[in-house]
Every structure is written in structure tokens, then in C-alpha cells.
């Protein structure tokens, strides 16, 4: 009799498992391009979440900085008719996916983790679609800074610059060391990163806003954009000969062996430091771009969700929205990526002393005006103004166009993307 009740008892429980796993295990296909070091740990992390909740994770990653053949390789399953479950997209491109009428209305997931209250407004409106939520922010990064290596500096005796004035006097003495000062990748995309830094840094918050993000024709061939050309020019006097073509990861690894200086690059590169074990005071320090220390250059990352049919499936999709925004994923995530939570009210010791810099400043720009969507990064202009803007840098960097003729060009195929 009495075993009689423990097999029941067992087939009861067995039966459950059965159930629960069931009606939870569902599997999502996440399309992204964190294939570097320290963007594989942090995107681990999710994995891991919605494996403990019993989902499954197929991995859909498509490697290339700042996600170009990743949008190219979205754009075609979709084309075919078999998108994946969730797709990393951000910016305006959002609103693109959306108008398609082919994404999940995150709404009841926002409602019951009250996201309206947790995501600042400037990032809610980017994941917002007709007032509908179908994006899911995961963090903020921030562009405009610079990796140094303070050894490289001591070995040259150089000091850190604030002004671009100092930034060329390191580079020179880094030079006159034996040094490479400036650790750079040759793709268009990192080239508009570092560019649209020094515009921030020569211009100015207003002129950062008339230009990258108002996209106006005066202010892009005005005689300041000559000026940011000029030194964008300069600048490529300090880089190295492999620098074409080369992956910005491998750029900060030359900072990190201490074979260059410096590296213009957003915060997913403290991502590598972390990912080696380094330290930022000790052994690597971060400096706003000069002219830059009262500019917030963001750009947040984000998964948009595509309208799935099968019950599991949308379960695993509504876990992996759910997941995103919750307290532990924010925290692992951004400790491991280099950028800073994107939901408010997280606790800043889990983080280095670069990330709480970052929280303040986001704080800080946000009311003084200088907290500003990166262009580069795809949280500014259309895919059009944004594509008309790469051309005219990466051919002036490429080239030996005149800073004119670029500013020139810069405002005429800005023009012709708009119409
Ligand atoms: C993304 C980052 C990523 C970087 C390099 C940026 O556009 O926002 O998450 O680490 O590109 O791929």
C-alpha cells in the first residue's frame, strides 16, 4: 500500500515536470554581433537567464563591429519570410521593423515589469512604436571616449590631454618613443565613431546637434566642419600602417599590450579590458575625447521581437523581455560589456570606476544639454543620412581630399539622402 502511494506520489511529480516544462520551454533564436571577447561574456549572461528558466537558446550570431552584416543577414531572413525570434536593432531602424508590421507588442510584459517607470523617457520613445513598446533597451554606451595606456604614456614621457593640443603633443612624444599613439581600425563605421567625437569636440554641444543630428546643410559646410576634417586628418598621422581593415577589438588589444597609446573608441572597448583581467587606474585609463568632457555621446542597444506563432515560442520571447530589463541581467550584462544599466535605481558598486563616471555624466548631460544620440551608432539621423554621412568620411579619410572639399560634400550628400 504504502509503496503503492510513493509511485503515485512520484508519477504525480514526474507529471508535473512534464507539464512545466511544457508549458516554459520554449526556444529563441537571438540574432546579434557580440562576437568580441568581452561581448561574448556578457551576452553569455542571457543565455545562461533564460537557460535556468528552462528556455533554449539558438545562437544566431553574425560577427562585424557596430552590426552592418548582421542587419544585412537580418534583412534577408526576413526577405525569405523566417525571421529570427528576437534581433539586435536599435535607433531608428526600430520604427523601420515596426512600420513592416511584423514585430511583438511588448506591451504586457512593459506593464507588468512597469518599464515606464524603470527606462528614462529620451530611451523609451526610441523602443516605442505608435505609443506600443517593440524594443527592449539593454543598456547605454557611451562613444566619446579614449583608452589610454598609462605606461606608454610614462615611457614617452607624455601627459594625458584635455585639449587637442595636447592630444598631438602625446601623440608626437609617443611617436618619438617607438610607440604607435593611436591604436585605429580602418572601417568606415569606426571611422564615423572617432569623427563624430572630434565634432562633438571641436564644435560643441550645438554644433554636435545642428550637424549630426538635425543633419542641417549650413552648419555641415560650415568653416568648423573644415576644422574637424583638419584634424581628423592628423589624426591619421598617428596611427599605424595595418591600421586598414583592422577589427576594433584587435585596436584595443595594441592598447592593451602597450603597444599603443590610445584608442577613440566607444565603451563596449572597456568590455576588452575587463575581458583580460585589467584594471582602469591601474592598468588602463579612460578620457573623455578632448573638448568632449561635457558630452554624452549614447547609444543604447536593444532587441526588437518579431511576431512568433508557436505558444512556447512566445513564452521564451516574453521570458527573454522580461530578463532583460530585470536588476541581475542589468548588472552582469553592463559589468561585463563596458556600458551602464539603461533601468534606473541599479546600485552602482557592482561597478569599475569608469561606469560610475559614466552614470554621473548621463545624469549630469541630461540636464545641461549635452547628453546627445550618436550618429555613428544609429541613434541619430535615417539610415540614408547616417549612409550619406559614412561615404563622405571614410573617402576623405581614404583619400587626399582637401577638409574643403570634404565639408563641402558632407553637406551636398547629406542633401541629396534627405530628399
Ligand atoms: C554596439 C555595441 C557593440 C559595438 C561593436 C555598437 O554599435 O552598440 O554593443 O559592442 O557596436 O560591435
Not at 51 to 65: C, L, P
Not at 72 to 81: C, H, N
Not at 289 to 296: E, L, R
Not at 299 to 315: C, G, H, L, Q
Request: glycine share 8%.
Amino acid at each position: 500500500m504504502r509503496g503503492k502511494r510513493i509511485l503515485t506520489g512520484v508519477a504525480t511529480v514526474l507529471a508535473i515536470c512534464v507539464a512545466t516544462t511544457v508549458a516554459w520551454a520554449g526556444e529563441v533564436e537571438v540574432l546579434h554581433w557580440w562576437t568580441s571577447g568581452g561581448e561574448a561574456a556578457a551576452v553569455q549572461q542571457l543565455q545562461k537567464m533564460l537557460n535556468t528558466e528552462g528556455h533554449t537558446w539558438k545562437d544566431f550570431a553574425v560577427a562585424g563591429g557596430a552590426g552592418a552584416n548582421a542587419m544585412t543577414a537580418l534583412k534577408s531572413r526576413a526577405v525569405s519570410g523566417n525571421p529570427p525570434t528576437a534581433a539586435q536593432v536599435k535607433g531608428p531602424q526600430i520604427q523601420e521593423w515596426a512600420d513592416l508590421g511584423v514585430l511583438t507588442n511588448l506591451d504586457d510584459v512593459a506593464k507588468a515589469e512597469t518599464w515606464e517607470k524603470l527606462v528614462p523617457e529620451v530611451v523609451a520613445d526610441i523602443m516605442k512604436a505608435d505609443g506600443k513598446w517593440v524594443a527592449v533597451p539593454v543598456n547605454v554606451h557611451r562613444i566619446n571616449w579614449m583608452w589610454c595606456n598609462p605606461m606608454v604614456f610614462q615611457k614617452a614621457g607624455a601627459i594625458y590631454p584635455q585639449t587637442w593640443d595636447e592630444f598631438f603633443a602625446a601623440c608626437e612624444k609617443i611617436q618619438k618613443a617607438g610607440l604607435i599613439p593611436v591604436a585605429f581600425g580602418g572601417q568606415p563605421w569606426q571611422e564615423a565613431t572617432a569623427w563624430e567625437s572630434i565634432v562633438s569636440g571641436v564644435g560643441g554641444p550645438e554644433f554636435y546637434k545642428q550637424t549630426m543630428i538635425q543633419a542641417d546643410e549650413k552648419a555641415l559646410a560650415s568653416p568648423k566642419m573644415v576644422e574637424v576634417f583638419e584634424i581628423f586628418r592628423k589624426i591619421k598621422k598617428y596611427t599605424d600602417r595595418n591600421a586598414p581593415g583592422r577589427d576594433w577589438n584587435l585596436a584595443t588589444a595594441m592598447v592593451i599590450r602597450g603597444e599603443a597609446g590610445m584608442q577613440f573608441m566607444g565603451d563596449w572597448a572597456k568590455g576588452e579590458f575587463t575581458a583580460a583581467g585589467k584594471v582602469p587606474g591601474q592598468d588602463y585609463d579612460a578620457l573623455t575625447v578632448p573638448g568632449t568632457a561635457d558630452a554624452f555621446l549614447f547609444n543604447v542597444d536593444s532587441f526588437i521581437m518579431f511576431e512568433v506563432k508557436d505558444a512556447d515560442a512566445k513564452k521564451a520571447q516574453k521570458a527573454m523581455a522580461r530578463l532583460i530589463l530585470s536588476p541581475d541581467f542589468q548588472v552582469v550584462f553592463n559589468v561585463n560589456k563596458g556600458s551602464i544599466p539603461v533601468r534606473s535605481g541599479i546600485s552602482e558598486d557592482p561597478f569599475d570606476a569608469v561606469a560610475v563616471k559614466s552614470m554621473a555624466d548621463f545624469m549630469a548631460t541630461a540636464k545641461s544639454g549635452g547628453l546627445m544620440p550618436s550618429m555613428a551608432h544609429e541613434m541619430a539621423v535615417s539610415p540614408a543620412v547616417r549612409g550619406a554621412m559614412f561615404d563622405v568620411v571614410t573617402n576623405f579619410y581614404n583619400s587626399d581630399m582637401s577638409p574643403q572639399d570634404a565639408a563641402r560634400k558632407l553637406a551636398a550628400a547629406v542633401k541629396e539622402a534627405k530628399m
